[in-house]
T-cell receptor
């Protein structure tokens, strides 16, 4: 398919473990976003990439969260020393506008992280 | 502070009973307003983009409108398959990469 894919779909981690969540955006999409969605809430912005450059990371909740997109396509969101409050669905979205973030975003199915 | 508020939180309609969902916003430098549909266990699915007050977009039983302070998603003669959570998001900021989502309206259409 040509949509955004994310893996794994489900992840259970013990408190203190590190996790890595992967996002494959739509081919050719310049912009990539990560969001965190708690149960019953709307997505909350975490970070934004334009190609390989991370232009905004103001939404990352702590320095335990780290994101990268080294070749301007696949992105990885890493959470170190997971805590129970990190339990949420992590959504990735991509969009196509060149030269700036925004426009309609296409979302992946998300990774549901549960920290026990 | 930039903010997006959706109402009602939940809405139950009989099949064929038209209604409207509201999204009010206070952001500086609005670049666009987006409506998404989200089914359980899935990522949001794009529906509409609105850029300026007075603009309207339609798709099947859905119509989105925009004023300077709020947007409405009108659902005409809904069907059970329209049941989902509807999310509103605004794009703001000088770089246009700040997106703020509301908490959504959970719509249930009863046959």
């Amino acid at each position: 398919g040509a949509g955004v894919s994310q893996s794994p779909r489900y992840k259970v981690a013990k408190r203190g473990q590190d996790v890595a969540l992967r996002c494959d955006p739509i081919s050719g999409h310049v912009s990539l976003f990560w969001y965190q969605q708690a149960l019953g809430q709307g997505p909350e912005f975490l970070t934004y990439f334009q190609n390989e450059a991370q232009l905004d990371k103001s939404g990352l909740p702590s320095d335990r969260f780290f994101a990268e997109r080294p070749e301007g396509s696949v992105s990885t969101l890493k959470i170190q020393r997971t805590q129970q409050e990190d339990s949420a669905v992590y959504l990735c979205a991509s969009s196509s506008p060149v030269g700036g973030g925004g426009g309609e975003q296409y979302f992946g199915p998300g990774t549901r992280l549960t920290v026990t | 502070e930039d903010q997006v508020t959706q109402s009602p939180e939940a809405l139950r309609l009989q099949e064929g009973e038209s209604s409207s969902l509201n999204c009010s916003y206070t952001v500086s430098g609005l670049r666009g307003l987006f409506w998404y549909r989200q089914d359980p266990g899935k990522g949001p699915e794009f529906l509409f983009t609105l850029y300026s007050a007075g603009e309207e977009k339609e798709k099947e039983r859905l119509k989105a409108t925009l004023t300077k302070k709020e947007s409405f998603l009108h659902i005409t003669a809904p069907k059970p398959e329209d049941s989902a959570t509807y999310l509103c998001a605004v794009q703001a900021g000088r770089a246009g990469n700040q997106f703020y989502f509301g908490t959504g309206t959970s719509l249930t259409v009863i046959p």
